[in-house]
């Protein structure tokens, strides 16, 4: 990274540890001590938000770093594989320098008790849905074709050539996503959502084979970037200088990553209920339309389909799985967070809205 390291800024949204999530400082302390050199006692403080791994900065007088954990009494295989995490990015930073700069993996339960992981920290901005965004139609647009070309640059890394085909199942991708996240509502399904089985059976019957095996993200979007400055004279945050948040990359199909992204990407002109799922400053003036990504990301790869009706409806889907999974916490008292309560009612919608899709 070439952005300058300081711990002038403080981000809003690293705030006191929630006592539920302290871990032992000390220890990590010494642990960074035999295995990065780096001495001093940090300031801790934990980022709000996300409901998955936790993220910690942690800050010294002269540099900030990073601690990534999973939470209290998760294993790596529901999803919270530090050492994944941390090797996807290490092999993939010679070939595409918009990920973090790794420090040192911990797989020493005496530690902390599970495997952990700390890299530097890189200095940005993140727009998220509710943000207050000063941009103009020019800028908003020159943003979102840089946030396409990042992912279109991601895609283009051969896997081979870094090592990440050490992630790769082969050839199925596709026919495993479907079948899999199939699995999954199953699973979490409660009676008050329907059962999706028109919607499945669809996909089932009508996915394509995999176009490539690509390097995927699993989660790309607007805000799992960092953006800095357009330049020394221009503030506006629109230069992608790292991509966060590599729990859920592989190696895969990289139009089912792209129709994972869009699934995310509200529209000034959705319904309502789609406005709902925002999260991410995707409805400014200026922005493209899903439709428009297709086709710039379409251009940009040389990639072809008659079938990205396939693509957006198993982004859907898999968006309504997710929303579910969470739903079903919250109906079995899981979870209290009164933001879940009414989860079921987004993923009924999702269910129409991938059927209507299907009989256009």
């Known amino acids: 990274m070439t952005e300058e390291q300081t711990t002038a800024d403080v981000p809003a949204n690293a705030k006191r540890v929630r006592e539920e999530d302290v871990f032992d400082v000390d220890a990590v302390t010494r642990w960074l001590g035999a295995t990065a050199g780096i001495t001093g006692t940090p300031e801790v403080r934990q980022f709000a938000g996300g409901a998955s791994n936790l993220t910690y900065l942690l800050r010294y007088p002269d540099r900030d770093l990073v601690l990534r954990r999973p939470p209290a009494g998760a294993k790596p ?50 727009l998220r849905g509710d943000a207050e965004v000063s941009l103009t139609p020019a800028q908003t647009g020159t943003l979102c074709t840089r946030m396409v070309d990042l992912l279109v640059e991601l895609h283009s890394v051969d896997p081979a050539a ?22 999954r509502f199953a699973k979490a399904r409660t009676d008050n959502v329907p059962d999706f089985a028109t919607v499945t059976e669809w996909l089932d019957a009508h996915q394509p084979d995999d176009v490539r095996q690509a390097v995927i993200h699993g989660d790309f979007r607007l805000d799992n970037l960092l953006l800095g400055p357009e330049s020394d004279t221009d503030p506006a945050p629109l230069r992608p200088v790292a991509v966060l948040d590599w729990e859920l990359a592989t190696v895969g199909d990289p139009l089912m990553d792209l129709g994972a992204t869009l699934a995310y990407w509200v529209q000034a002109d959705d319904e309502p209920m789609m406005r709902l799922t925002k999260r991410q400053p995707s409805d400014l003036p200026g922005m493209l339309t899903r439709e428009q990504i297709v086709q710039r990301y379409l251009d940009a790869t040389g990639l072809h389909t008659d079938n990205w009706r396939f693509y957006e409806v198993y982004g859907l889907f898999r968006l309504a799985v997710i929303a579910q999974q969470i739903y079903f916490r919250y109906h079995h008292g899981q979870t209290t967070n009164p933001a879940f309560q009414d989860f079921w009612q987004l993923v009924a919608y999702l269910e129409q809205r991938c059927r209507r899709l299907i009989a256009e």
């Open 77 to 126: 295989a529901s999803g919270h594989d530090m050492h994944r995490e941390f090797r996807i990015q290490q092999l993939l930073a010679p070939a595409f320098p918009h990920v973090p700069a790794m420090v040192g993996l911990c797989t020493d339960p005496a530690v902390l008790g599970s495997d952990f992981y700390v890299m530097e920290r890189v200095h940005g901005t993140i």
């Open 162 to 183: 870094t090592g990440i085909d050490e992630f790769s199942r082969g050839p199925g991708y596709v026919a495993r996503q479907v079948s899999g996240w199939t699995r």
